[in-house]
């Protein structure tokens, strides 16, 4: 398990990646995404609003999208944030909803 200081790092770490990936696609696919404590990512059509925020009591990222919340846990295998059931990765999630909204299907590398 990861201590406070390693998990705000390895979460700023995984936020910041995120954010510079979905800032890299947010002008081919016509969304905004802001990186300020949390990660938030807008949609204009249909009006829709993701955040991506560290929980730092619980260790754990948690991502609110498409009226469902994700809370995943480092996974040291990966060297990545991850559902634990499922091993899906804070950017594969994030890939997903993004994809849900927008109608087809984006990879995120983050």
Known sequence: MLDDQEFRLRADE??????RTLADASDEYG???DLGG???VEFEDPPTRF???PNAPVK???????????????????R???LKD???TLAQVVAAAVSKVLGEEIKLDA
């Open 31 to 33: 969304f905004e995404t």
């Open 86 to 88: 499922s091993g899906e």
């Open 38 to 40: 949390a990660l938030t």
């Open 60 to 78: 754990q990222i948690w991502v609110s999208a498409n009226v469902k919340s994700y809370k995943l846990d480092w996974d040291p295998d990966l």
């Open 14 to 19: 995984a936020l910041e990646r995120l954010y």
């Open 51 to 53: 955040v991506i925020s």
């Open 80 to 82: 990545a944030f991850a």
